[in-house]
């Protein structure tokens, strides 16, 4: 039997916890006997079932022979990072949701698994329990991947969702999320685009097998998006999504903002807290994966995953990470597209004859259009010359 420790009892990590226990014996008959020995928090959890496996002190784990992987469900890139690395250094295999920490660490916390004969794992560290990273090392190992494409966090997601369905504004809908859990107080991360950016970010870095830092990427967030803008989109037949993207054709350009997306694009019917990304591959083409992008269950059954398949290749190191070498991104208004642009009456037809507009829609106020297609640098040098404008979103 594998004897398994889990470090945080908080959502996720109690997740792992139900996970293993309710189908320990699903994963036994599939070839790996688990078991949760430990479970690491400075809380006591009185009275709970899991009481009698809660350690406040990580060397309780660590200088245990027995334990062979750790599952990491702290969060940050503090104490997690010390304790990941620890364990590692002893030949413990660890897996982990936590995306700040693989962003930030991964390629040093690989390089040290490989030099102690065991692995360093984060499926659930992006799209929650849908098994993209797997997919990437796995079923598409024999592909050039050329574009990623989607929708990478759940919060924003609702929040637009909700917005585009009840025509619900921006704070009243936000306000909901957090009620419902899946906002937090703060929710700055995840409206300001940091959250999808990260993993954007882990997922370049898995592609091209350098590392790449979120903070290098164009990121916006959708606080600036109004119920003006899905009357608009509606009209259009569109609805507005987060969206990450990493193109790695001529370089690596990334970018993370809101979007129109069109009636066609299976990404228009991801809604609520679901998550949808688009690989394109050179043999394959184009192929879609969707499931819930966070959660207790989901997020906790891809962390399970990964333990399962560390117990099952026991000394050898499991998936494919990335170099420390820096990932430097190419410019990402290099990239073509179009732009939907909301501009006063008293200057639409100027900037439809500028940005060579189409689909052209009359407000009381204002005119919506769609810009023709051109590159990013292109479009804010001909924005720049016009009066009235409103604001623009990516199309």
Request: aromatic share 8%.
């Amino acid at each position: 039997m594998a004897e398994i420790a889990v470090f945080g009892y908080g959502t996720v990590g109690s997740g792992v916890v139900e996970v293993i226990d309710r189908n320990a014996e699903l994963m036994k008959s599939r070839g790996v006997d688990m078991h949760v020995k430990y479970v690491l928090d400075i809380r006591d959890f009185s009275g709970d079932p899991i009481s009698s496996r809660i350690v406040n002190d990580v060397d309780v784990i660590l200088n245990d022979p027995e334990i062979s992987v750790v599952c990491e469900t702290m969060g940050g890139a503090t104490f997690a990072y010390e304790y990941s690395r620890k364990a590692l250094e002893k030949g413990i295999s660890v897996c982990t949701s936590n995306k700040e920490l693989v962003e930030a660490k991964g390629a040093e916390l690989m390089k040290t698994a490989r030099e102690h004969g065991c692995s360093y794992m984060f499926e659930a560290s992006v799209g929650g329990g849908i098994p993209l990273i797997r997919t990437i090392n796995d079923a598409l190992t024999a592909e050039r991947i050329d574009r990623i494409y989607g929708i990478l966090n759940g919060t924003t997601n609702y929040i637009l969702t909700k917005m585009d369905e009840c025509g619900a504004g921006f704070d009243e809908v936000l306000k909901e999320a957090q009620e419902l859990g899946y906002a937090e107080k703060d929710p700055t991360a995840d409206v300001e685009g940091h959250d999808a950016c990260r993993k954007i970010a882990i997922l370049a870095s898995l592609v091209s097998g350098k590392c790449a830092e979120w903070k290098d990427i164009d990121t916006e967030g959708i606080t600036n998006i109004d119920t003006e803008d899905f009357r608009f989109a509606k009209e259009l037949g569109c609805s507005i999504k987060l969206i990450a993207m990493c193109d790695f054709n001529d370089g690596c350009r990334a970018i993370v903002s809101p979007r129109m997306i069109t009636a066609d694009s299976p990404l228009n019917s991801v809604k609520g807290v679901f998550n949808g990304v688009l690989i394109h591959s050179d043999m394959l083409d184009d192929s879609m994966y969707y499931g819930r992008g966070a959660g207790k269950l989901a997020t906790a059954s891809a962390v399970v995953a990964d333990a399962f398949e560390c117990v099952r290749f026991d000394g050898k190191e499991v998936g494919r990470g990335w170099s420390e070498e820096k990932l430097v991104f190419a410019d990402a208004d290099d990239m073509k597209g179009r732009f939907f642009v909301r501009v006063d009456n008293a200057n639409a037809d100027a900037a439809a004859a500028a940005l060579g507009a189409s689909d052209k829609i009359k407000h009381e106020n204002e005119t919506g259009m769609v810009s023709a297609e051109m590159n990013g640098k292109e479009f804010k040098k001909k924005l720049s010359g016009l009066s009235g404008v409103v604001k623009f979103i990516r199309f």
